[in-house]
């Protein structure tokens, strides 16, 4: 294949999605059932508002940064479709940004490819967008993150770091693995950490080159100059974008747009095992310990894939969005969308075949899936009382994930990012010799 494979691809999707966005509004002119996503009259909106100078937060149920409203403002004088073509340009720069990762990862043109189309060409993601939900902005920018990491610039990284966990809460469960990759056997301060090859193969782990265990060398090795920018850079961009729209919308803001993601309790619509705890207490008082609690099993499988898998970022941001969905309080279809855009950049390292263990995988997720979706539609279209059954699919549906997830890490060849410093040093000095 050619490189003008890569331009054809997007080219297609491109149209794709456009022709998408008009059927779209077709489809919600002549249609009862809408294709607009409600998030996206919300969004609407919320920017509405923000355009002739109130708070986005009059709109109820609008919960996210007044960065998104900013954005959707032209919906007012522009056309009211304006935040989907936003919203698909930045799924396409998506697709853009998984080819020139692997790329700069050495993979053949053909697998950089079939991995784009995995993204580009898969109906979760090419609806989203198009239906109007913000969610390929949010991936767009952490694979643009990714991109300047593999390139060694940290403050940019930073910067834009700070802004998406500002934009949308989640990311922050990265900060850990990010930090651990900014290793100084791989980010020296005088020179940019050098990338490994696509075909490196698992067990080739990264070497502790600290060389003393004393606890000042240790703080010396953890607290490296590329780690105090990174968090030094991205936490002020988060604390100044907080501060300011506190300064401008005050508490309203801050609850909607942060707090609330931290207590969130959704009785409809969610995946998630909760789903019947949550239903039976609803409209109850409980307390933020009991509310919080849900995060613990999160917390520990995050934790234990960080540890393993860090040095293999890709790998390790993937299997840990999987997992934060899977274990999540809420799960609602949009998330599935953080991971999808991760799962081409782990696929030239997967020993899996499609044929058999890949589409057993893909069929046994879409079917706990729509297993749910079945007994869902029985509740709330129906009106049966099925809610035990609901949660049971729920269990099904987590069950399915857990084993999707093994199964990917056992057929995973481990690749760490970048190579030490004393394997690079060696290459170098070959070359001069």
């Not at 700070?162 to 005088?190: C, K």
């Not at 075909?199 to 590329?226: C, M, Y």
């Not at 999808?340 to 706990?368: E, Q, T």
């Amino acid at each position: 294949m050619t490189s003008l494979d890569i331009r054809s691809l997007l080219v297609f999707s491109a149209i794709f999605r456009v022709i998408l966005i008009v059927y779209g509004e077709w489809q919600d002119t002549h249609m009862e059932v809408r294709y607009t996503d409600v998030d996206y009259l919300v969004f609407s909106d919320a920017a509405a508002l923000m355009a002739v100078g109130d708070s986005p937060y009059k709109r109820t149920t609008y919960r996210y940064s007044p960065l998104l409203a900013f954005l959707l403002i032209p919906n007012s004088f522009i056309h009211r479709s304006w935040g989907k073509f936003l919203f698909s340009a930045s799924d396409i720069l998506v697709g853009y940004f998984i080819y020139y990762i692997l790329k700069l990862r050495k993979a053949s043109e053909n697998m950089c490819n079939i991995s784009v189309m995995a993204w580009l060409f898969n109906p979760f993601t090419f609806t989203i967008g198009t239906r109007g939900n913000c969610e390929p902005i949010v991936c767009a920018v952490i694979l643009w993150i990714m991109i300047c990491l593999l390139k060694g610039n940290v403050l940019q990284s930073a910067f834009w770091y700070g802004l998406v966990v500002h934009f949308r809460i989640y990311p922050i469960i990265y900060s850990i693995p990010i930090i651990l990759v900014l290793d100084p056997n791989f980010f020296p301060s005088n020179q940019k950490p050098v990338l490994r090859n696509w075909s490196a193969v698992q067990g080739e782990r990264p070497k502790d080159g600290s060389g003393s265990h004393s606890l000042h060398n240790l703080f010396k090795s953890i607290f490296t100059w590329n780690r105090v920018v990174f968090g030094l850079v991205s936490g002020l961009v988060f604390l100044f974008c907080t501060g300011l729209f506190y300064c401008l919308y005050e508490w309203e803001f801050l609850h909607e747009a942060l707090l609330y993601h931290l207590t969130r309790t959704d009785p409809r619509h969610n995946f998630s095992i909760y789903f019947y705890h949550i239903y039976l207490h609803y409209g109850y008082d409980t307390s933020v310990v009991e509310k919080l609690i849900s995060f613990l099993p999160q917390f520990l499988v995050q934790l234990v894939l960080i540890f393993c898998f860090a040095q293999d970022l890709p790998f390790c941001i993937f299997v840990q969005t999987v997992a934060f969905v899977a274990f999540n309080k809420v799960i609602t279809a949009q998330y599935f969308v953080w991971f999808f855009c991760l799962l081409p950049l782990i696929l030239p390292w997967s020993k899996m075949k499609l044929r058999w263990d890949g589409l057993s995988c893909i069929l046994l997720w879409i079917g706990a899936q729509t297993h749910w979706l079945m007994w869902g539609y029985l509740l709330e279209f129906k009106g049966k009382n099925v809610f035990l059954q609901l949660w049971a699919a729920s269990l099904l549906f987590l069950a399915a994930n857990i084993y999707i997830l093994v199964m990917i890490i056992r057929n995973h060849r481990y690749a760490s990012v970048f190579k030490a410093l004393e394997y690079a040093n060696s290459k170098n000095a070959a070359k001069l010799e």
